[in-house]
């Protein structure tokens, strides 16, 4: 795998993490307030949309993926897990009905894996 490869890889990772996320909010039907200000609905639908594009157009610049590509995509996946659940701990964050301390945990277990 050259430089290029792990580029997109990397790129695909982070694009399919934000797609999904967007899409478990339209799920959820979350409600989602930046600065006092509520973003509506059809934020996520279009950034579900377009980054869900980015992400589809990135893995098929990969003609043929590799043991190597799928285990770097799952090792990017994990750290976006990882950062996301250790920020969630630190900050004392409770969501979706998921206590603090299980945050935690979840982040040890990415970090071990």
Not at 7 to 28: G, P
Not at 45 to 72: D, E, Q
Not at 82 to 106: D, E
Request: aromatic share 16%; with cysteine; glycine share 6%.
């Amino acid at each position: 795998m050259n430089k290029n490869e792990k580029i997109i890889v990397i790129t695909s990772a982070v694009f399919s993490a934000v797609a999904f996320l967007h899409l478990l909010r339209i799920i959820i039907n979350l409600d989602l307030t930046i600065g006092g200000v509520s973003i509506s609905m059809w934020a996520s639908v279009a950034a579900t949309v377009m980054i869900g594009l980015l992400a589809f157009a990135n893995i098929k610049l990969i003609p043929v993926w590799t043991r190597a590509h799928y285990f770097l995509f799952f090792i990017i996946l994990l750290f976006i897990d990882a950062g996301i659940c250790i920020y969630s701990y630190l900050a004392g964050l409770s969501y979706w009905y998921v206590p603090t301390v299980w945050f935690g945990f979840i982040a040890l277990f990415d970090i071990v894996l």
